[in-house]
Protein backbone atom coordinates (compact mmCIF):
# COMPACT_ATOMS: atom_id res chain seq x y z
CA UNK A 1 0.00 0.00 0.00
CA UNK A 2 1.20 3.65 -0.86
CA UNK A 3 1.66 6.10 1.70
CA UNK A 4 3.30 8.11 3.78
CA UNK A 5 5.19 7.15 7.13
CA UNK A 6 7.11 9.00 9.42
CA UNK A 7 9.24 7.58 12.76
CA UNK A 8 9.20 7.17 15.44
CA UNK A 9 5.16 7.72 16.58
CA UNK A 10 6.66 9.32 20.50
CA UNK A 11 9.99 11.39 20.67
CA UNK A 12 11.32 12.40 24.04
CA UNK A 13 14.17 14.56 24.05
CA UNK A 14 16.42 16.39 26.83
CA UNK A 15 16.36 20.70 25.95
CA UNK A 16 19.64 21.59 24.52
CA UNK A 17 19.52 18.60 22.35
CA UNK A 18 19.07 18.26 18.19
CA UNK A 19 16.45 15.57 16.79
CA UNK A 20 15.73 14.63 13.46
CA UNK A 21 11.99 13.53 12.68
CA UNK A 22 11.73 10.93 9.66
CA UNK A 23 9.66 11.18 6.68
CA UNK A 24 9.14 8.94 3.81
CA UNK A 25 7.01 8.40 1.17
CA UNK A 26 5.89 5.88 -1.41
CA UNK A 27 3.61 7.20 -3.34
CA UNK A 28 5.72 9.23 -6.19
CA UNK A 29 5.03 12.44 -5.14
CA UNK A 30 7.29 15.60 -5.97
CA UNK A 31 6.21 17.75 -2.93
CA UNK A 32 6.17 17.47 0.20
CA UNK A 33 5.71 20.04 3.54
CA UNK A 34 6.55 19.77 7.27
CA UNK A 35 3.42 21.14 9.83
CA UNK A 36 3.74 21.94 13.48
CA UNK A 37 0.69 21.45 14.99
CA UNK A 38 -0.23 22.99 18.72
CA UNK A 39 -3.83 22.80 20.15
CA UNK A 40 -6.31 25.41 18.92
CA UNK A 41 -3.64 26.77 16.18
CA UNK A 42 -4.42 24.82 13.55
CA UNK A 43 -1.38 23.38 10.97
CA UNK A 44 1.73 25.77 10.06
CA UNK A 45 3.41 25.54 7.50
CA UNK A 46 7.40 25.00 8.60
CA UNK A 47 9.18 24.00 5.43
CA UNK A 48 8.05 22.61 1.72
CA UNK A 49 10.18 20.74 -0.76
CA UNK A 50 8.32 21.29 -4.17
CA UNK A 51 11.56 19.11 -6.03
CA UNK A 52 14.69 17.37 -5.14
CA UNK A 53 17.58 19.24 -3.55
CA UNK A 54 15.39 22.27 -3.28
CA UNK A 55 12.89 23.53 -0.34
CA UNK A 56 11.40 26.67 0.82
CA UNK A 57 10.71 28.32 4.49
CA UNK A 58 7.30 28.27 5.43
CA UNK A 59 5.15 30.49 8.16
CA UNK A 60 7.31 29.09 11.36
CA UNK A 61 10.70 28.08 10.11
CA UNK A 62 13.01 29.56 12.79
CA UNK A 63 14.65 26.79 15.03
CA UNK A 64 14.01 24.41 12.34
CA UNK A 65 15.71 22.65 9.06
CA UNK A 66 15.68 20.30 6.38
CA UNK A 67 16.94 18.03 3.36
CA UNK A 68 15.83 16.49 0.48
CA UNK A 69 18.21 14.38 -0.66
CA UNK A 70 15.96 12.23 -1.97
CA UNK A 71 12.42 12.46 -3.59
CA UNK A 72 10.72 9.64 -1.21
CA UNK A 73 12.59 11.15 2.41
CA UNK A 74 12.12 14.82 3.98
CA UNK A 75 13.59 14.42 7.45
CA UNK A 76 12.94 17.57 10.02
CA UNK A 77 15.13 18.56 12.30
CA UNK A 78 14.41 20.35 15.24
CA UNK A 79 17.21 22.20 16.53
CA UNK A 80 17.87 23.63 20.54
CA UNK A 81 17.28 27.31 18.51
CA UNK A 82 13.56 26.38 18.74
CA UNK A 83 12.44 27.82 21.67
CA UNK A 84 9.22 25.86 22.34
CA UNK A 85 9.61 22.55 20.18
CA UNK A 86 7.06 20.33 22.35
CA UNK A 87 4.02 19.94 19.74
CA UNK A 88 2.56 17.48 17.18
CA UNK A 89 4.52 17.28 13.74
CA UNK A 90 2.69 16.49 10.69
CA UNK A 91 4.29 15.42 7.26
CA UNK A 92 2.54 15.64 4.04
CA UNK A 93 3.08 15.04 0.65
CA UNK A 94 1.07 15.74 -3.20
CA UNK A 95 1.77 15.49 -6.40
CA UNK A 96 1.08 17.72 -10.01
CA UNK A 97 1.25 14.84 -12.30
CA UNK A 98 -1.13 15.93 -15.57
CA UNK A 99 -4.48 16.01 -14.85
CA UNK A 100 -4.24 15.86 -11.48
CA UNK A 101 -4.84 20.16 -10.18
CA UNK A 102 -6.57 20.37 -6.83
CA UNK A 103 -3.53 20.14 -4.72
CA UNK A 104 -4.54 17.80 -2.77
CA UNK A 105 -2.19 17.01 0.51
CA UNK A 106 -1.80 13.19 1.66
CA UNK A 107 -0.57 13.29 5.52
CA UNK A 108 1.45 10.62 7.76
CA UNK A 109 0.39 9.59 11.25
CA UNK A 110 2.75 12.37 12.92
CA UNK A 111 4.92 12.43 16.04
CA UNK A 112 4.60 13.45 18.67
CA UNK A 113 7.54 15.62 20.19
CA UNK A 114 8.29 16.35 23.98
CA UNK A 115 10.89 18.25 24.83
CA UNK A 116 11.94 18.50 28.81
CA UNK B 1 -3.21 36.18 0.48
CA UNK B 2 -5.79 33.59 1.38
CA UNK B 3 -7.45 32.33 4.82
CA UNK B 4 -9.99 30.51 6.56
CA UNK B 5 -12.15 30.86 9.38
CA UNK B 6 -13.75 28.59 10.96
CA UNK B 7 -16.62 29.55 13.44
CA UNK B 8 -16.71 27.50 16.44
CA UNK B 9 -13.41 25.80 18.15
CA UNK B 10 -15.98 22.87 19.46
CA UNK B 11 -19.47 21.92 18.11
CA UNK B 12 -21.69 19.70 20.12
CA UNK B 13 -24.75 17.41 19.02
CA UNK B 14 -26.39 14.61 20.00
CA UNK B 15 -26.64 11.38 18.10
CA UNK B 16 -28.94 11.30 15.05
CA UNK B 17 -28.12 15.01 14.83
CA UNK B 18 -27.54 17.31 12.11
CA UNK B 19 -24.07 18.16 11.72
CA UNK B 20 -22.97 21.78 10.75
CA UNK B 21 -19.48 23.25 11.07
CA UNK B 22 -18.68 26.09 9.12
CA UNK B 23 -16.20 27.56 6.97
CA UNK B 24 -15.35 30.99 5.52
CA UNK B 25 -12.74 31.65 3.29
CA UNK B 26 -10.81 34.75 1.81
CA UNK B 27 -9.38 34.73 -1.70
CA UNK B 28 -9.15 37.05 -4.99
CA UNK B 29 -9.57 34.47 -7.04
CA UNK B 30 -11.50 30.97 -7.39
CA UNK B 31 -9.99 28.53 -4.66
CA UNK B 32 -9.65 25.35 -3.84
CA UNK B 33 -11.44 23.82 -0.95
CA UNK B 34 -11.15 21.04 1.12
CA UNK B 35 -11.95 19.26 4.38
CA UNK B 36 -9.98 17.09 6.61
CA UNK B 37 -10.48 15.19 9.61
CA UNK B 38 -8.75 14.39 12.15
CA UNK B 39 -8.73 11.51 15.13
CA UNK B 40 -6.85 11.92 18.24
CA UNK B 41 -3.34 11.29 17.94
CA UNK B 42 -3.73 10.81 13.77
CA UNK B 43 -2.75 12.43 10.88
CA UNK B 44 -5.58 13.94 8.69
CA UNK B 45 -7.64 12.29 6.43
CA UNK B 46 -9.12 13.96 3.40
CA UNK B 47 -13.20 14.09 3.64
CA UNK B 48 -13.55 16.24 0.83
CA UNK B 49 -13.04 18.88 -1.66
CA UNK B 50 -14.13 21.74 -4.37
CA UNK B 51 -12.20 21.98 -7.57
CA UNK B 52 -14.72 24.12 -9.25
CA UNK B 53 -17.04 21.41 -10.46
CA UNK B 54 -20.42 21.06 -9.14
CA UNK B 55 -20.78 23.29 -5.94
CA UNK B 56 -22.06 20.49 -3.84
CA UNK B 57 -19.60 18.01 -3.26
CA UNK B 58 -20.23 14.79 -1.68
CA UNK B 59 -17.66 12.90 0.02
CA UNK B 60 -16.66 10.06 2.28
CA UNK B 61 -18.22 8.89 5.84
CA UNK B 62 -21.93 10.81 4.16
CA UNK B 63 -20.38 13.99 4.90
CA UNK B 64 -20.40 17.10 2.04
CA UNK B 65 -19.89 20.41 1.62
CA UNK B 66 -21.51 23.24 -0.68
CA UNK B 67 -19.33 25.87 -1.97
CA UNK B 68 -21.24 29.10 -2.12
CA UNK B 69 -18.96 31.96 -3.86
CA UNK B 70 -21.51 34.64 -3.03
CA UNK B 71 -21.27 33.98 0.78
CA UNK B 72 -17.16 32.79 -0.04
CA UNK B 73 -18.32 29.64 2.48
CA UNK B 74 -17.81 26.24 2.04
CA UNK B 75 -19.82 24.57 5.20
CA UNK B 76 -19.59 20.90 6.07
CA UNK B 77 -22.27 18.92 6.61
CA UNK B 78 -23.73 15.47 7.32
CA UNK B 79 -27.51 14.88 8.36
CA UNK B 80 -27.17 12.55 10.85
CA UNK B 81 -24.43 12.32 13.52
CA UNK B 82 -22.78 8.99 14.64
CA UNK B 83 -20.82 8.51 17.53
CA UNK B 84 -17.70 8.14 15.31
CA UNK B 85 -17.79 11.08 13.94
CA UNK B 86 -16.41 12.66 17.05
CA UNK B 87 -12.90 13.88 15.69
CA UNK B 88 -11.29 17.57 14.89
CA UNK B 89 -11.96 18.67 11.31
CA UNK B 90 -9.91 21.39 9.28
CA UNK B 91 -11.40 23.15 6.12
CA UNK B 92 -8.31 24.05 4.09
CA UNK B 93 -7.51 26.97 0.71
CA UNK B 94 -5.18 26.65 -1.59
CA UNK B 95 -5.07 29.12 -4.40
CA UNK B 96 -2.93 28.86 -7.69
CA UNK B 97 0.04 27.66 -5.51
CA UNK B 98 0.68 23.98 -3.73
CA UNK B 99 0.07 25.25 -0.01
CA UNK B 100 -2.40 25.05 1.53
CA UNK B 101 -3.87 27.36 4.44
CA UNK B 102 -5.59 25.98 7.03
CA UNK B 103 -8.70 26.88 9.53
CA UNK B 104 -7.71 26.33 13.56
CA UNK B 105 -10.60 23.42 13.43
CA UNK B 106 -13.57 22.64 14.86
CA UNK B 107 -13.95 19.53 17.56
CA UNK B 108 -16.98 17.73 17.32
CA UNK B 109 -18.76 15.79 20.23
CA UNK B 110 -21.09 13.50 19.79
CA UNK B 111 -23.14 12.54 22.42
CA UNK B 112 -24.95 9.98 23.03
Known amino acids: DGGITQSPKYLFRKEGQNVTLSCEQNLNHDAMYWYRQDPGQGLRLIYY???????QKGDIAEGYSVSREKKESFPLTVTSAQKNPTAFYLCASSTHAEGVDSYEQYFGPGTRLTVT | AQSVTQLGSHVSVSEGALVLLRCNYSSSVPPYLFWYVQYPNQGLQLLLK??????LVKGINGFEAEFKKSETSFHLTKPSAHMSDAAEYFCAVSVLSEKLVFGKGTKLTVNP
Open chain 2, 50 to 55: YTSAAT
Open chain 1, 49 to 55: SQIVNDF
